[in-house]
């Protein structure tokens, strides 16, 4: 449904989405899409999945959105011009914590050393099994950061702008900017006060992108 709206309002764009895409190789203007990021939780009927779509342009992520319909929370970003909450017609902002005691950091789902470094510095690592609804948290400030070493754009690219316009920062495993039109190098998510730190914990705790999540 998704494919067919773009390709009837957005003729010369093409889709790079999880379950399906059309051609993308020679197009420089891309809807970068997950329709249900966080599947299993809605196939067992958690609240925790989202909408993802970004825009992504020459590689760049220049608008997106996040929408969970159960929590009623859409999250639209645009370059230039911050994170807005829909629903409540209010622009939101990443937390301000600038030190990992008691911040809340999703460490990733396979990972065993980050946790444990994460802990060692008074920070809590609950996980939640949706990216995009972690990004959502990071970017509204109830969570500090968040891990992903899967190597999918869908999953990114719109977490890409939505934190960073509510004045967060998003790179790769290294701390390194990435183009989310084709596969990532992971990503570190962030409100920015913690990123470096979190940068030489995943390098420490030996992090790297995985084939399969």
Known sequence: MTIEMIKKH?????VLAEEESTETKNSSKLFVVDPIDGTHMFAIGSPLFVFSAAIVVDGESIAGI????????TLLAEKGNG??????????SVSRRKDFRGALINAGWKEINLPKLVHARGGRTPQIYSVCEEASLIATGGFEAGIFTG??????AAAKIVIEEAGG???DLQGKEQRYDREINGAIMSNG?????LVKMAQE????????I
Not at 83 to 92: A, D, G, L, P
Not at 205 to 212: D, E, R
């Open 83 to 92: 994170t807005y909450f829909v629903e409540e017609n209010k622009r939101v």
């Open 151 to 156: 190597p999918t754009a869908h999953d990114i």
């Open 169 to 171: 920062k998003v790179t």
């Open 193 to 197: 006060f913690l990123h470096d730190e």
């Open 66 to 73: 996040l929408k969970n319909p159960l929590a009623k929370r």
């Open 10 to 14: 957005y003729p010369d764009y093409e």
């Open 205 to 212: 705790a030996g992090l790297k992108v995985q084939t399969s």
